[in-house]
């Protein structure tokens, strides 16, 4: 007998990913993780990082609300006609992330954000293939 991932279950793994996501961003935000170890090492100010990962920020807690609605946790208006399309944009941004990490020239970012972003982009598409 085939047992597939249920869309419940998909959001809450990408909501539990999302926190620890969160997490980390508000501990670089109050500059508790170097901040040198994200974005590719490309920012060079403090006030570079505090808008980049203010905007990360709000982006993951979007993504998390994202999840819960196509994943059913949460009750919505949001037709499905919307939240389809969103659900595959978020795992679309996830991909180009995934390649992104993938080229990092930091170590932390390829080898522990590359995969963290392909689970979530293949968990965004399941989302969006099962969303009712």
């Not at 974005?39 to 990962?53: D, I, K, N, P, S």
């Not at 659900?87 to 995934?98: F, G, I, K, P, V």
């Amino acid at each position: 007998m085939r047992r597939s991932l249920s869309p419940q279950y998909a959001a809450r793994i990408i909501i539990g990913l999302l926190l620890a996501m969160a997490a980390l961003h508000v501990l670089i935000l109050c500059e508790v993780v170097p901040w040198t170890l994200v974005w590719g090492g490309q920012l060079e100010t403090v006030a570079q990082m505090r808008l980049f990962e203010s905007i990360a920020l709000v982006v993951t807690l979007f993504a998390g609300w994202l999840a819960a609605v196509g994943g059913g946790l949460r009750p919505t208006t949001l037709p499905t006609r919307v939240r389809k399309p969103l659900l595959w944009a978020m795992s679309a941004y996830l991909l180009l992330n995934t390649l992104g990490n993938l080229f990092s020239h930091h170590a932390v970012e390829r080898y522990a954000f590359t995969p963290l972003a392909l689970l979530l982009a293949l968990l965004y598409a399941h989302l969006a293939r099962h969303t009712p």
